[in-house]
Each structure stands twice: as structure tokens, then as C-alpha cells.
């Protein structure tokens, strides 16, 4: 452990170089409007991160926000201002396709980022699913393990859990039964992880989705991010069942439980659970399907049996 952390240090030091860094941008489709909202995280401390090893998180750990300013987002002919406070900038904008389209970010007359979204042209349900030892082993019931997985492992050498990403890639051809999904990625991993997690989901096939991360380690509770999120995720799509999965390792089932209870006719079909850590206190009471699963081809039959597939 002490050897990690002056590891840590040394290239902390080494990350001197001050630039101004998008770290995440998060973009959700509005399917009845074919327009998109945005929310991005911009720093104004650090490397400017390029890739995805550990020099760009370690500087993304060190960031500052940028307190105030503006940036132009552009996609197709379309460019708008969106103000920044404390770090963070959001807007509404129109895209010609949901099937392909590219966001930019511009800060002081310079490209900051790009990225290329597909996403489907309408969905019939929304997935909303945890990242760490849901469908990425990280070990989070080991804090050690946890970080050294968390920074010191490239994004070729993590594993996704198993049988995940063919099981969300049949759900993302509509093979639930309940139509065609829209995938958030809601973690409470900080947003300086975006570019590693971005790319660990299109290392390994995951379907195209949104993906929310926490600011920053420091900010806010685990179980606040997950519950406001889950808020606006309900407010975004009013429309449209919520399907949530999520891990016994941290808190996801009570969070789950909670959200469900707490919403008015909660729109919420089914809660999936990957049990990492033995729980006495399994939430089995809710009128809706709450599974638990450790193997994916049990899930398949679970969920079958409690509607959630045909």
C-alpha cells in the first residue's frame, strides 16, 4: 500500500502542466423532440489528458474546476453558449440523427473535445446501470483492491463481469420483450474516469448509451448522485419503464428500493442486482421483480420467470 501511494505522489509531481480539460460530457437523446441535452465537467488545473493511463487520472484526481466562463457546443450546423459555473456547463440542442451525430466543445476559440454518439431512434424502455462490479470487476467491497484496479490497470486488461456484455447486447436488439432500450451508465465513479470508462464499454461491445458519473470523489454522498439522477433520469423520460441493475457491493439495493418507494406510481419494471458480497438483508419485498444473480445464465431464467423477458 505505501509503495501505491508515493507511486501516486511521484507522478502527481510529474503532472505539473496546467491546461484547461473537459473531463466529461454527458449527452442523453430526448426521443420525442429529436433534440439532445448536454452536461459537461471542465477543469481548470492539470495535464490535458489525451489518453486513458494512469498520468491522466492521477491529473484528473488534482483538477480545479473552472469557476466561471462559457464554451461553444456544436453539432452539425448547430453551435450554442452555454455558461460555466463552478465546473459545469449544460444545455439543449437540436442534432439532424440520433443513429450518428458528433458534439464539440470549444473553450477560448480552441477545440477542446469531440465525441461521435449513435444512440436508437426512439426506445420503448430505459436501462439504467451501475459500472463497478456490475459490469466491471473492480472489487469494490476491498478498498485496495478497488484503487489499484481503479488507476493502475489499463482498460484492455479489466474485465468486464461475466456473460454482461452479451446479455446487454441482446437487450439492446430488443430481446427483453419490452421493446428497444436507451442505456444510461450511472456510477458514482469521478468524472475524471470518464475516457477509461467511455472506452472500457467500447473495448468490450457494450451498447452505445449515456454515461453520468459523480464531479468529483469529494462531492456529495454515493446514494444522493445515484437518487437525484435517478430523478432527472424519471423526468427526462416520463414516458418510458425504467429497468435498473445495479451491485450488492456499496448501496445500489437500498437506493434502488428507496427510489422505487418514494415514486408515485414508479415506473420502475424490475431491479437486478449482482451479488459481489453476502447480504443477510436482501430487499425482497418490493411488488415489482428484485434479483438477485451471480450467474448470468440463472439471471436469464430469473428474469424470465418474473416477466422481465420472452
Known sequence: MRKLLLTCLLVI?????????????????LFDSHKIAFAGVISNSGYKATGTGLRAKLSGLRSRWLASSTVIVESG???????????EFS???????????????????????QEQFNFPDKADFIVVSDIDDTILVTEVTSRVKMVYNSLFKDVNKRKPVDGTPEFYRAMSRGETGMGIPHFIYLSSSPAFLSRFLKAFLVHNNFPPGTLVLKKSLTSGDHGDHKTGW???????????????????????PVIYRDFVESTLKSPVKGIVIHEVASKKDKILSLKIPFIYWSNIEALKLNMYRNGLLK
Open 91 to 113: 444545455g439543449v440542442m437540436n442534432v439532424a440523427s440520433f443513429a450518428s451525430f458528433t458534439v464539440s466543445v470549444y473553450y477560448d476559440s480552441k477545440k477542446l473535445y
Open 13 to 29: 509531481q510529474v503532472a505539473s502542466l496546467s491546461a484547461t480539460d473537459l473531463l466529461d460530457l454527458r449527452v442523453f437523446p
Open 230 to 252: 435517478l430523478k432527472e433520469i424519471l423526468a427526462k423520460y416520463t414516458d418510458k419503464p425504467l429497468l435498473l441493475f445495479g451491485d450488492s457491493g456499496e448501496k445500489d
Open 77 to 87: 450546423m448547430q453551435k450554442i453558449s452555454a455558461s460555466i459555473k463552478d465546473g
